[in-house]
C-alpha cells in the first residue's frame, strides 16, 4: 500500500511562483504524475516523471512553465510552477503508477487528497 501526502500549495499572484511536494510512503514510487481538477471540471493531466527522473511529460498548457523533478532517497516527487496564471487554479493531486507514458487517471493506483492552488489576477 502506498500513501502520497501533498504540500505547498496556497495562493499566489498571477507571474509568480510554486513549489508543490509530493511525499510517498509505505513503498517505492517508480511513476509519479500530478492531475489537476477546477471546480466544475474534470480532472486533468499535468506531467509525470518517471523513476531515473530523465523521462518527463507535460501537458501543453504547463509546458515551459512547469517542471517536474525527484528525490528518490526521500521518495519525494516535486512540482515547480513558474508563471503561474488564474486559469492554473485548482486542486492538484499526485498519483502513482508503475507504467510510464500514461495520461489516464484510471492507469494510477495511489492517490493523494490533494492541494489546493489559487492564483489570483
Known amino acids: 500500500q502506498v500513501q502520497l501526502v501533498e504540500s505547498g500549495g496556497g495562493l499566489v499572484q498571477a507571474g509568480g511562483s510554486l513549489r508543490l511536494s509530493c511525499a510517498a510512503s509505505?513503498?517505492?514510487?517508480?511513476?509519479t504524475a500530478w492531475f489537476r481538477q477546477a471546480p466544475g471540471k474534470e480532472r486533468e493531466f499535468v506531467g509525470i516523471?518517471?523513476?531515473?527522473?530523465?523521462?518527463?511529460d507535460y501537458a501543453d498548457s504547463v509546458k515551459g512553465r512547469f517542471t517536474l523533478s525527484r528525490h528518490n532517497a526521500k521518495n519525494t516527487v516535486y512540482l515547480q510552477m513558474n508563471n503561474l496564471k488564474p486559469e492554473d487554479t485548482a486542486v492538484y493531486y499526485c498519483?502513482?503508477?508503475?507504467?510510464?507514458?500514461?495520461?489516464?487517471?484510471?492507469?494510477?493506483?495511489?492517490w493523494g487528497q490533494g492541494t489546493q492552488v489559487a492564483v489570483s489576477s
Open positions: 516523471i518517471d523513476w531515473g527522473g530523465s523521462g518527463t
Open positions: 498519483a502513482a503508477s508503475i507504467k510510464y507514458g500514461s495520461r489516464r487517471p484510471a492507469d494510477f493506483h495511489s
Open positions: 509505505g513503498r517505492t514510487v517508480y511513476v
